[in-house]
């Protein structure tokens, strides 16, 4: 199982149909599927109640949003992976995919705007500058 096909979510239920599309095609071709999201700023919160101090930062918020839709996905039977990445998510989708020699990026088609309206801002963009092939999958 060398290929890897990597999905971009954000939480949206575009996203997620997105990542139930990925998922498939991950088994279907016997891929690694990689449940990616990516966030903008490093925030740290500090959250203290009592005696109890929690850091929680984007990259663990990013992360949990990532895991949550893995778990959604366990049923297809797909190797997952989940990660977050600092940065912005056409750019992080796209690097990542170099990185790793991806075979297939999956995102949705949604806030269109512009030209985006035929295919959604991060979707335009990936579809830019991949390094392999994209999948759009229709949500709206």
């Not at 996203?15 to 903008?40: I, P, W």
């Not at 929680?56 to 039977?77: F, M, P, Y």
Request: charge should be negative; proline fraction near 1%; aromatic fraction near 2%.
């Amino acid at each position: 199982m060398d290929q890897v096909i990597i999905v971009g979510v954000d939480g949206s239920q575009t996203a997620n149909m997105a990542a139930q599309r990925a998922a498939e095609l991950a088994v279907k071709t016997e891929s690694k599927l990689v449940v990616m999201m990516a966030f903008d700023q490093a925030d740290i919160e500090r959250i203290e109640i009592g005696n109890d101090v929690w850091l929680i930062s984007s990259h663990d918020e990013a992360e949990e949003t990532a895991q949550s839709v893995a778990r959604d996905l366990v049923a297809t039977g797909a190797e997952i992976e989940v990660m977050a990445m600092h940065g912005k998510p056409a750019e992080s989708l796209v690097d990542e995919a170099k990185r790793r020699n991806a075979s297939l990026i999956v995102v949705g088609n949604r806030r269109a705007q512009g030209i985006g309206r035929i295919l959604g801002s991060v979707a335009a963009s990936v579809t830019q500058h991949a390094p392999c092939d994209v999948y759009i999958v229709k949500t709206v």
